[in-house]
Each structure stands twice: as structure tokens, then as C-alpha cells.
């Protein structure tokens, strides 16, 4: 998740990292929150290609998938950690 990351946004990112690997020392479950805010344009124009490859009926389709997802998922700003037993 940290690659991820955008370079203005990671003021939290050591002291989440420390409570991440206490939490999963301690056998919990770990959850990193972060959220990039995006136009209505540069959503649609991503949906649009994120249901083409959804919808894909190539054996490639979990690829395509993920190619997609990973276009949005940059420059993300961190918000913190959770966990659950």
C-alpha cells in the first residue's frame, strides 16, 4: 500500500507502519485506510474501462482487472490503520 502512497500524503506513514506491525504482532487482522479524490470525468472514464474488463469473457480477465484497478489506485492519501481479531 505504501508505493502507493502519494509524496505529499504520507505525513502518518512511520507511525502507521508501527502501529500496523504491532497489531499484526499481536495476531490481529490489519487494514490500511487511504482515498485519492477524483473529477466525475476521470471516474466515468475509468468505470467505463473497469466494466469492459469485467465484463471480459478472455481467459486474460483477472488480469485486466487488476491493470484497471491499478490505474486508480495511485497517489492515494493515507488516513491510518485498523485491525480486527
Request: aromatic share 8%; net charge negative.
Amino acid at each position: 500500500m505504501y508505493e502507493r502512497l502519494s509524496k505529499e500524503a504520507q505525513s502518518f506513514k512511520d507511525a502507521t507502519l508501527t502501529h500496523v506491525k504491532m497489531y499484526a504482532e499481536a495476531g490481529l487482522r490489519t487494514l490500511i485506510i487511504a482515498y485519492r479524490e477524483l473529477s466525475e470525468e476521470e471516474f466515468m472514464s475509468w468505470e467505463e474501462e473497469f466494466l469492459k474488463a469485467q465484463t471480459s469473457v478472455t481467459a486474460d480477465r483477472d488480469a485486466l482487472v487488476d491493470a484497471v484497478a491499478d490505474k486508480i489506485e495511485r497517489d492515494l492519501i493515507l488516513l491510518g490503520a485498523t485491525a480486527v481479531e
